[in-house]
């Protein structure tokens, strides 16, 4: 019985050893793996930001459509003598200045 016990104990010994060494190596490891992520959190990566910028650029011609649109009903209104209309004219006018030059222009292709 007591040959077993030193055979289990020395298994274990083995054992908690490897365990031991794993954890030491993740402790020793921590800084650097936590270090790394801060750094990839912090930073945005050129396609991030070429991904981020087109969305930014449909977000922009999607509102501009909207207000082209808008801004064919009013002058209809407005010419048909609504002073509501012509008002909401000039403030679209006013939003599609601000607005155009934001929009990058595609070349034609001729």
């Given at each position: 019985m007591?040959?077993?016990?030193?055979?289990?104990?020395?298994?274990?010994?083995?054992?908690?050893?490897?365990?031991l060494?794993k954890?030491?190596f993740?402790?020793?490891?921590?800084?650097v793996r936590a270090?790394?992520k801060?750094?990839d959190?912090a930073?945005?990566s050129?396609?991030?930001?070429?991904?981020k910028?087109?969305r930014?650029?449909?977000?922009?011609?999607?509102?501009?459509?909207?207000?082209?649109?808008?801004r064919e009903k009013?002058?209809?209104?407005c010419?048909?003598?609504?002073s509501?209309?012509?008002?909401?004219?000039?403030?679209?006018n006013?939003?599609?200045?601000?607005l155009?030059p934001?929009?990058?222009?595609?070349?034609?292709?001729?």
């Amino acid at each position: 019985m007591r040959g077993l016990s030193i055979v289990l104990l020395a298994s274990a010994s083995f054992a908690l050893s490897g365990c031991l060494a794993k954890t030491a190596f993740d402790v020793a490891t921590a800084p650097v793996r936590a270090a790394s992520k801060a750094v990839d959190l912090a930073t945005t990566s050129q396609s991030e930001a070429d991904e981020k910028r087109g969305r930014e650029i449909r977000k922009r011609e999607e509102r501009l459509g909207e207000l082209q649109r808008e801004r064919e009903k009013n002058e209809k209104a407005c010419l048909s003598g609504s002073s509501q209309a012509c008002d909401r004219l000039s403030a679209i006018n006013a939003e599609i200045r601000i607005l155009l030059p934001q929009v990058p222009v595609e070349p034609d292709d001729d």
